[in-house]
């Protein structure tokens, strides 16, 4: 009885060691592999091959415009911008420095970059990798200018301080408005020799002020002029859908951004976009009513050409689960709308 009872201890021994074994190298897997997955935003950013300071700008938009840099399709671009008064303010302003405020050097926009290949017809492919923030932004009520222009006619003007680790900033003492940096200003050259304002939106892109623009968004832009003449700025730490003031939080910037050229796909009359979650359009006019009609249009086309769909069908799934949004309505005489369209309705997440 005893050897029996002295048998049966060592075989529990055995089998408690084993299996404390078996969690042990278990749970060093797991940490292993929570190492592994573990997200690093600074590892996933492609390492800058070229770089734009802020001083190398412009601030219309023509075909004539020069190109600061020559790139080939796939380049890695890390681009400084200017805040959008073109440093007409500074983090001490206040708001006498509105009366001598000039809109002729608003917008000022880091590039053209011309890229290597881009000939019209094509579509270029922007990739937002990364987007800090830099030191300080402000906001703005320019009289005159504004969605309710004719009801707020005093002058208004509010300076942050910001850093690139900053998530939110206190507008009161309870009130917290969280910072989603985003360009303002993302842009192809159009085919004109005009020099046009960077204030409206248009189908080349431009001053599109779309808050969901953010860090890991991939632009798609239609190519109007060879080598594309790819330009960025007007950067916004933080906006709500519509601008409707006339500014954002508007803030100098840092982007690292990807540039490819796209052939023989899909051809496309205005910017679209996708994140990880859906897939956008977006579209410009002088009315909401028309913009709007013009996105569910291009996601209809988008629904039929990429995902087989009938026009009916189409139509049909964007009131079901489409999302139209108010990009902006300031910038006249155009204003933007886009239409998102989740990937997991899609299947395509």
Same mark, same amino acid.
């Given at each position: 009885?005893?050897?029996?009872?002295?048998?049966?201890?060592? *075989?529990?021994?055995?089998?408690?060691?084993?299996?404390?074994? +078996? #969690?042990? $190298? @278990?749970? !060093? /897997?797991?940490?292993?592999? =929570?190492?592994?997955?573990?997200?690093?935003?600074?590892?996933?950013?492609?390492?800058?091959?070229?770089?734009?300071?802020?001083?190398?700008?412009?601030?219309?938009?023509?075909?004539?415009?020069?190109?600061?840099?020559?790139?080939?399709?796939?380049? *890695?671009?890390?681009?400084?911008?200017?805040?959008?008064?073109? +440093? #007409?303010? $500074? @983090?001490e !302003? /206040?708001?006498?420095?509105? =009366?001598?405020?000039?809109?002729?050097?608003?917008?000022?926009?880091?590039?053209?970059?011309?890229?290597?290949?881009?000939?019209?017809?094509?579509?270029?492919?922007?990739?937002?990798?990364?987007i800090?923030?830099?030191?300080?932004?402000w906001?703005?009520?320019?009289p005159?200018?504004?969605?309710?222009?004719?009801?707020?006619?005093?002058?208004?003007?509010?300076?942050y301080?910001?850093?690139?680790?900053?998530?939110?900033?206190?507008f009161?003492?309870?009130?917290?408005?969280?910072?989603?940096?985003?360009?303002?200003?993302m842009?192809?050259?159009?085919?004109?020799?005009?020099?046009?304002?960077?204030?409206?939106?248009?189908?080349?892109?431009?001053?599109?002020?779309?808050?969901?623009?953010?860090?890991?968004?991939?632009?798609?832009?239609?190519?109007?002029?060879?080598?594309?003449?790819?330009?960025?700025?007007?950067?916004?730490?933080?906006?709500?859908?519509?601008?409707?003031c006339?500014?954002?939080?508007?803030?100098?910037?840092?982007?690292?951004?990807?540039?490819?050229?796209?052939?023989?796909?899909?051809?496309?009359?205005?910017?679209?976009?996708?994140?990880?979650?859906?897939?956008?359009?977006?579209?410009?006019?002088?009315?909401?009513d028309?913009?709007?009609?013009?996105?569910?249009?291009?996601?209809?086309?988008?629904?039929?050409?990429?995902?087989?769909?009938?026009?009916?069908?189409?139509?049909?799934?964007?009131?079901?689960?489409?999302?139209?949004?108010?990009?902006?309505?300031?910038?006249?005489?155009?204003?933007?709308?886009?239409?998102?369209?989740?990937?997991?309705?899609?299947?395509s997440?």
């Amino acid at each position: 009885m005893k050897k029996l009872y002295f048998t049966w201890m060592i *075989v529990f021994s055995f089998m408690y060691l084993f299996q404390a074994c +078996e #969690q042990s $190298s @278990s749970g !060093s /897997d797991a940490d292993t592999q =929570e190492v592994n997955q573990a997200p690093s935003s600074e590892k996933d950013v492609p390492e800058p091959q070229y770089t734009l300071t802020k001083d190398q700008t412009h601030n219309k938009f023509s075909k004539t415009i020069p190109p600061v840099l020559r790139v080939p399709s796939g380049a *890695v671009i890390e681009a400084f911008t200017e805040d959008a008064s073109d +440093e #007409q303010f $500074s @983090s001490e !302003s /206040d708001v006498s420095a509105l =009366e001598s405020l000039s809109f002729d050097p608003i917008h000022p926009l880091t590039g053209p970059v011309y890229v290597e290949g881009a000939q019209p017809g094509d579509v270029l492919k922007v990739t937002l990798h990364k987007i800090d923030l830099m030191d300080w932004g402000w906001t703005a009520i320019v009289p005159g200018f504004g969605f309710l222009a004719e009801d707020f006619t005093e002058p208004y003007l509010r300076t942050y301080e910001l850093n690139k680790d900053l998530k939110e900033i206190a507008f009161t003492d309870k009130i917290k408005v969280p910072l989603r940096p985003f360009p303002g200003v993302m842009a192809v050259a159009p085919d004109t020799e005009e020099m046009l304002s960077t204030i409206p939106p248009r189908a080349n892109g431009g001053n599109m002020d779309d808050p969901n623009i953010v860090e890991g968004t991939t632009v798609y832009f239609p190519v109007f002029v060879e080598g594309a003449l790819f330009s960025i700025g007007d950067a916004h730490a933080a906006q709500g859908h519509g601008e409707v003031c006339g500014t954002a939080i508007e803030a100098p910037m840092r982007f690292v951004y990807e540039i490819e050229v796209l052939k023989g796909g899909r051809s496309i009359a205005e910017p679209e976009y996708e994140t990880d979650d859906y897939y956008a359009v977006t579209a410009f006019a002088e009315t909401l009513d028309e913009a709007a009609k013009k996105a569910v249009r291009y996601m209809v086309d988008y629904l039929v050409e990429e995902h087989g769909l009938s026009q009916n069908d189409a139509y049909a799934l964007c009131s079901l689960a489409g999302d139209l949004k108010i990009a902006e309505v300031v910038d006249v005489p155009n204003m933007l709308v886009a239409m998102h369209m989740s990937k997991d309705v899609l299947g395509s997440r």
